[in-house]
């Protein structure tokens, strides 16, 4: 913020603009409407989209005074990997129909910052061109379970190989919802080849091909979607990714508290709270109406996190006092990436963490850990 009203003192404004809705318009102006509606659609009518949003508003934070929060320590520790502040940048795939760097320039700028940038199996960019680029930060890893085994392993072998430690694996997109702008403007971005970077690197997915996907791309992409898309399994298959890992798994998609349950049972190490940002289940409750259930259920025997809505610094207060131990920022980054690459990432995430930053202790806190429902009222 400082260095935004001093900069300013010179007459320079910062690149892009710092409100999250005039982001998501001048990307809106930027992007084709094929890549914006790539990232602003949801599921359905949008209702959960916007019943995310709306989630947050209902809740208001009561500031307090003279609590002596000059001096403020966002950091947190979360399975294994130390954060500066309680932010993750979600899995956000196929990121070089938004800018041709795509996922590097994110692992980019979020490396510089020390957010874990968590890397979907939906990458425009290989596992191991990722790892590179995200150099000595911390690297997480989400999985979209593919339904051959060998296929599995050997992209979790891959992710272990290049420095990957914690493993999320997403269990609400078995199979795409129904999302009417994707449908009208008949695209999966996939099929111009930009989402498969990852299993089209992949030696095990390569054997089950007849001829090689540069040189017949349509069964690839075919072999691609039967890969990911249309398989439902049970809790007890969990225990194959187990097998298969030996870091730290957080399940991302879970909404009932007593699928939080069973998520504990299994054996992982942590949850996202998550809607996916209301583009599965048109109609689903709100992310962060089922927050405190959740946390309440589990949050003393695994890692509560949190996705869907997140926006503003205020937001990441709401989200912690509610019980999250983290959240992770989805949309907005992806404009940033839109708007300027590495640049447009690093603005848009430094922008937030200094929100937070200055409402956390503009509320009369000095940590995340001293956020809890009394900081909150419903209105
Ligand atoms: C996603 N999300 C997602 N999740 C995941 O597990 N793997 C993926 O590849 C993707 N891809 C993806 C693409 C785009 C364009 C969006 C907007 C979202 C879901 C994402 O991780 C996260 O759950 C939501 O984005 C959170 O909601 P907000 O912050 O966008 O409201």
Known sequence: QNEIYLQGLADNKPPFTTNPD?????ARERLGPGPFWYVAGSAGTGATARANREA????????????DATTRHLGTSLLG?????????APIGVQSILHPEGELATARAAAELGVPFILSTASSHTIEDVAEAAGDAARWFQLYWPNDPDVCASILDRARQAGFTVLVVTLDTWTLAWRPHDLDQSYLPFLRGVGTAIPFSDPAFRAGL??????????AILRWVQLFTGTDRGWDQLAFLREHWDG???????QHPDDARKAVDAGVSGI???????????????????LPEIAEAVGEQ???LFDSGVRSGADVVKALALGAKAVLLGRPFAYGLAHGGEVGVRHVLRGLLADFDLTLGLSGHRSPAELNREVLRRR
């Open 302 to 304: 695994v890692e509560v």
């Open 81 to 89: 990997t130390e954060l500066p502040a309680p932010v993750l940048l």
């Open 210 to 219: 007849a001829a090689p996907p540069e040189e017949d791309l349509p069964m």
């Open 56 to 67: 947050f508003d209902r809740w208001r934070i009561v500031p307090r005074m003279l609590t």
């Open 22 to 26: 005039e982001l998501e318009a001048s």
């Open 272 to 290: 996202v709270v998550s809607n996916h940002g209301g583009r599965q289940v048109d109609g689903a409750v709100a992310s962060l109406d089922v």
């Open 248 to 254: 730290p798994i957080v399940l991302k998609g879970i």
